[in-house]
């Protein structure tokens, strides 16, 4: 199979307990209040508000969260099976990504040198009619939130000794760190480690079967996912996932992240959104809540990708040895299986070294 054909190939394969003190008084008050939940515990790009503490106990049990305006989102970054990175556009450098340490790798962008000045644009300008912005004023506006994360740029226009150093003393000025990675034209690639950004790592801006070599390629049918791949051993390797929005479908794109169902909702009349969220199988889109209950009803339910499937759900079988009430026969049971696993474990021989 050519490069190119598996390249093509690749492309579309593509809360917190809370403790109450105890009276000190002689006698227990009259009534009880509820608790006011705590939301310390979740992960930096979640956003509670307006959500009851069950509903986002019921979406991290499935490995999932909020964020602004109600997104789902991975509960952490690490379930994606390729890392994320966020595509910086004009006007998205707000919003999730702001507090996204926890679901991010690191930031990409796409830098224009016009001639004069550095320029920051939309990471899909062919789909796009975002006017580009001044580089200068972004990071000085926004370097709080660009210091979080590793950034990887995309150079283009006609670049230069100066050029480089113009733009490598903009982040150097407002006390950021240069580049992690640059995307770039090879023919460009000695300038660069000739310049003051000779720090930063290099990725190749198209597709090329060198070994080791890591490079871009863009998705024809997504308009806003890019993919960074390594070439190794004759094999694309997927490294990255550059993405603007829908971060749960592009985690999802790598293989299904979502912990399985935990109840089964078949014949159920009577449904909130906790059982929903719960019941719902793991490629389910859990961002229609609404739209997946009235298909539950008719034994259906929506999938990430937007297709009715029949809903069909096989629950895991509870370990009767971890209930908390056994009876004394299971009890035994129980206690037999542990001895023998003990067993099995102690019989193991360990060796710690290595061969000469």
């Known amino acids: 199979m050519s490069f190119c054909r598996k390249l093509q190939g690749c492309l579309f394969a593509l809360a917190a307990l809370t403790l109450t003190a105890c009276s000190m008084g002689p006698s227990e008050p009259e009534t009880y209040t509820n608790p006011v939940p705590s939301f310390s515990a979740l992960p930096s790009h979640s ?3 307006g959500l009851s503490s069950s509903v986002l106990n019921a979406l991290k049990q499935r490995k999932l969260t909020l964020g602004t305006d109600h997104q789902v989102l991975p509960y952490r970054g690490g379930l994606c099976t390729i890392p994320l ?36 644009h939309n990471s899909r300008e062919r789909t796009s009619e975002i006017a580009p912005i001044d580089v200068k004023n972004a990071i000085e506006e926004h370097s709080n939130i ?6 990887y740029l995309q150079l283009h226009g006609t670049l230069s000794q100066e050029s480089l150093d113009e733009l490598a003393e903009i982040f150097i000025d407002n006390q950021m760190i240069l580049p992690s990675v640059i995307i770039a034209d090879v023919k460009y690639h000695r300038l660069i480690k000739g310049s003051a950004l000779k720090s930063s790592q290099l990725y190749f801006s198209e597709p090329a079967a060198i070994e080791g070599a890591f490079f871009l390629a863009s998705t024809p049918q997504q308009d806003d996912i890019n993919l960074i791949y ?22 999802n794109a790598g293989g299904i992240f979502v912990s399985p169902p935990l109840v089964n909702l078949e014949n159920k009349t009577h449904l909130t959104n906790e059982a929903i969220i719960l019941g719902l199988p793991s490629d389910a889109d859990f961002g229609q809540l ?6 539950l009803k008719q034994g259906k339910y929506l999938t990430w990708l937007g297709e009715e499937q029949g809903y069909r759900v096989a629950l895991k079988r509870e370990d009767k040895c971890k209930a908390h009430v056994k009876t004394k026969v299971l009890d035994e049971r129980c206690g037999t299986r542990e001895k023998i696993k003990q067993n099995e474990l102690t019989s193991e021989k360990v060796v710690l070294g290595w061969k000469n």
């Open 290 to 295: 609404a739209k997946q209950s009235r298909l």
């Open 85 to 120: 990175l966020y595509s910086i556009t004009p006007s998205n450098i707000k919003g999730v990504f702001a507090n996204g340490q926890d679901l991010f790798t690191g930031a990409y962008a796409v830098l224009v040198f016009n001639g004069s000045n550095w320029m920051l």
């Open 47 to 49: 956003d509670p508000t």
């Open 146 to 151: 660009l210091k979080q994360y590793s950034l």
């Open 230 to 251: 390594r070439y190794k051993n004759a094999k694309l390797l997927p490294s990255s996932l550059v993405v603007a929005n829908d971060f749960f479908k592009a985690c």
